[in-house]
């Protein structure tokens, strides 16, 4: 992805309260099989992305490795990252392992547990260049 932009960083207005809340999530397939790889990842992408434009969120990076996936995502004030984890992990396992059979191998597609930060304003940036950096290892 791009460098970040003044937009990324910009305020969002809500009818009764103004933020900036990015939260970096780190999430891993079940028992960190390397599943996340081809059609598999861009259709994990594709999800991803009608996840966060219907609840209002913008994503700010997004690297899918074949082993977790790194999501840094603006919110709204009024949900919190389980809500967020929720919506992202609940649609993706249902609509994949629908789609992609050889993933039923696994008990289910995600693990319960992930890795969620906050991220303010002035280390965004620190964070979208890491983020962007795990694709060339």
Known sequence: MASLS???LEYRHESNAVSLINMHFVFIPKRRK?????KIAERL??????????N?????ALEIMPDHVHLLVNVKPTDSA?????????????????EFP????????????YFVGSV?????????KYIESQRNK
Request: charged share 30%; aromatic share 8%.
């Open 102 to 113: 050889e993933l039923l191998k696994l008990p289910t597609l995600w693990s319960p547990s």
């Open 120 to 128: 303010g304003n002035v280390s965004t940036e620190t964070v979208k």
């Open 45 to 54: 992408q594709e999800i991803i992305f009608e996840v966060v434009t219907e």
């Open 82 to 98: 389980s809500f967020v984890m929720q919506r992202v992990k609940g649609r993706a396992s249902s609509y994949l392992r629908k």
């Open 56 to 60: 209002r969120w913008k994503i700010i």
């Open 6 to 8: 003044k937009k990324d």
């Open 34 to 38: 390397a599943v996340l790889v081809g």
